[in-house]
């Protein structure tokens, strides 16, 4: 349970861009149709690449990862529970775009 | 009791070697002392043992048993890193429930601290962050500890409240300690390694740091 909060505090500090570019997506998937799933899906990973890409720009050493080290957490946990999270809220945005 | 030992431990980066003859033991009920000079490779070996750095070659074991990460087991092992490790935006108070330690019992080894209770990591000095850090990681259900240089950025009276601490967590715990202030460490330890040039040496009289030009007595 205390590594899924701290899986979840991750993800948390991470979301407000990963949330913004999910719901530019879906807009242009509802303008566009499904043909823009493609071009949706690599601007998701363009998006969650910056994330990843400037968190190691700044943190070489990865220290602020002990943090999560000492809970038995790895960077590879905190990685794929952000993606896997962000992809559901995706869909879940999508979702929600279509019955609204 | 358990034991924590390390050998083969070969570490390079690029050209350059780092660490490549070591034998380090470490078991509960007794403190370990490393001593070192600067960069010789003392948080590298900490590292090594908690398995957030993987050398080229190592060979570590807890009760005889081989162990590549373990830090991935609950309850094995801890480590307080040299530089702050928990986050600006994380509070005391939450920083405290997440390690599951009671906040009421560090207060009465360091009352004075007891007003930053809600306040974020961020807005504490470097002394009041290491003091956080060192007991949590202290009080962390673990078998072993590995401390790099838990007394730095601390004031003398807190120095000696946390040698109190260490004292009193040996009797269940193994714990490995690095620092710079060697009186501390070399006044606690039960057991002490000396690094030097890539290899270390357990060292069995204080007189053989000033023979390994480690610091004059």
Known sequence: MLKL????????????????????????????????????????????LLIFGIEWLYDMKREKFYFYYNQGITIRNLYSFTILVDFLLFILIIKLLWIF | MDILEIDGVYLKFGYEEVLNSIYLKC???????????????????????????????KSLRVNSKTILKPYLRTGEVKYLPQFHFIPGSVSVKKAFKLFGINFEEFITHFPSLEEIKSTRFKYLSGGEKRIIETYLIL????????????????????????????????HEKGIIITDHMYKYVTEISDDLYLLKDGWNKKVKNLSELEFYKYARL
Do not use: W
């Open chain 1, 5 to 48: 909060k701290l899986l979840f505090r991750y993800f948390l500090k991470r979301s407000p861009l990963l949330i913004l570019a999910s719901y530019f997506v879906a807009m242009q998937i509802k303008a566009f149709g499904f043909s823009f799933m493609a071009a949706g899906y690599v601007i998701k990973l363009f998006v969650l």
């Open chain 2, 139 to 170: 009080k962390s259900q673990s078998k072993f500890v590995l401390l790099d240089e838990p007394f730095s950025h601390i004031a003398p009276i807190y120095i000696n409240t946390i040698i109190e601490l260490i004292q009193e967590e040996k």
């Open chain 2, 27 to 57: 078991e509960t009920g007794k403190i370990t002392g490393v001593l070192g000079s600067n960069g010789c490779g003392k948080s590298c070996l900490l590292k090594i043992i908690f398995g957030s750095l993987l050398p080229q070659t």
